[in-house]
């Protein structure tokens, strides 16, 4: 019996498009993720350098922040890509929520098994950052290319954390 999880990726497609694979079978694309925390309190401390190219860095903290750990995939950086504008806009709404002005981008590779070159997966960031930072957002990021200690202190509250795909 055929079923279309069998199928090369081309039949996969020509299912989704006319409606015949079932929702619960459909392929899920590579796609950003982020899992947003309302923190009051965030410090983190780079253990180890994975990067050989990346500056020193010592620890830091911040206090009513919103933190966005992202995961940036290939596609993510194509252009057209929608994901850099969402994840502005999204950081944008959650500070609004917490009538915060500062947001923390923390590069987190860990939410998929795809993720983008980290140059590139960096240079999204960096523009997130210019464009929050044009919007009169108080944005950082983390110590890019380490490992970090954290220390979290976040609200047991639902707009507390929430996860975003995009």
């Known amino acids: 019996m ?3 999880l069998n199928g090369d990726e081309g ?3 020509i299912l989704l498009r006319i409606g015949l694979l079932p929702v619960d079978q459909r392929v899920k694309r590579e796609c950003m993720r982020v899992l947003f925390w309302f ?3 965030f410090a983190w401390t780079p253990t180890i350098k994975t990067l050989d190219d990346v500056p020193d860095s010592g620890p830091e903290q911040l206090e009513n922040v919103v933190v966005a750990f992202v995961h940036v995939e290939p596609r993510d950086i194509q252009d057209g890509s929608s994901a850099e504008t969402k994840l502005v806009k999204n950081a944008k709404w959650l500070a609004r929520k917490w009538d915060v002005k500062k947001i923390l981008l923390h590069s987190f590779t860990h939410l998929a098994e795809e993720k983008a070159e980290p140059g590139q997966a960096k240079s999204l960031l960096d523009r997130v950052q210019d464009r929050l930072h044009q919007a009169e957002y108080d944005v950082s990021q983390t ?8 220390t979290i202190e976040a609200k047991g509250h639902p707009l507390a954390r929430i ?3 995009f």
């Open 2 to 4: 055929y079923s279309p």
């Open 11 to 13: 039949d996969v497609q």
């Open 39 to 41: 923190c009051d309190k």
């Open 143 to 150: 110590a890019y290319g380490y490992f970090n200690d954290l």
């Open 163 to 165: 996860f975003k795909e």
